[in-house]
């Protein structure tokens, strides 16, 4: 069975400064990885995907990811966070050979600082 | 409609009281999710509906749960005797067939005292 780990429930980081959010899966074959986020009162929002082909991949608002097979791992990074980042953000997993099944990681609540 | 719709935004009821959350997916997507966000949790698969075939229950956590899709669309999500463990935002997701981008509703926020 598939499963997400993200081992940061919270993290607070300055505005201006780098963000890095950290997702670990376990999934039998090539897993389809995606990165949410959700803001408060709002509904989920994709930020990126991976499928297959380059293994860092660019997202919406400055978001990028790497999957890197070796360490099955799928870290989400932004280079410099904005106030308007602060959210919780959810890595999934996905195995689309049974249809759109995906499994969410328990989220990282990011917090931003003036 | 634009998005996926959710109804009621917000449920408070009372122990023991049966409920129904409705979702409208988009327009043309045949699957159709529910998934429950407890506080401080992450989203837990509930069911799945993909066109005609049979919906895939594997998550629903007991028999007061169920949920049917009518005609393709619009889904309904019912728990009986509601328990105050099931307190949690209930979220509804579409998608096309054989596209993997999930919309999500906003969900609906249940309350049992």
């Known amino acids: 069975a598939q499963s997400v780990t993200q081992p940061d429930i919270h993290i607070t980081v300055s505005e201006g400064a780098s963000l890095e959010l950290r997702c670990n899966y376990s999934y039998g074959a090539t897993p389809y990885l995606f990165w949410y986020v959700q803001s408060p009162g709002q509904g989920l929002q994709l930020l990126l995907k991976y499928f297959s082909g380059d293994t860092l991949v660019q997202g919406i608002k400055g978001f990028e990811a790497e999957f890197k097979r070796s360490q099955s791992s799928f870290n989400l990074r932004k280079p410099s966070v904005h106030w308007s980042d602060a959210a919780e953000y959810f890595c999934?997993?996905?195995?689309?050979?049974?249809?759109?099944?995906?499994?969410f990681g328990g989220g990282t609540r990011l917090m931003v600082k003036p | 409609g634009a998005g996926v719709s959710q109804s009621p935004s917000n449920k408070v009821t009372e122990k023991g009281k049966d409920v129904e959350l409705r979702c409208d997916p988009i327009s043309g997507h045949t699957a159709l999710y529910w998934y429950r966000q407890s506080l401080g949790q992450g989203l837990e698969f509930l069911i799945y509906f993909q066109g005609n075939s049979a919906p895939d229950k594997s998550g629903l956590p007991s028999d007061r749960f169920s949920a049917e899709r009518t005609g393709g669309s619009v889904s309904t999500l019912t728990i009986q005797r509601t328990q105050q463990e099931d307190s949690a935002v209930y979220l509804c997701?579409?998608?096309?067939?054989?596209?993997?981008?999930?919309?999500f509703g906003s969900g609906t926020q249940l309350s049992v005292l």
């Open positions: 999934a997993v996905g195995a689309f050979n049974a249809g759109n099944m995906l499994t």
């Open positions: 997701a579409s998608s096309l067939a054989g596209n993997e981008k999930l919309f």
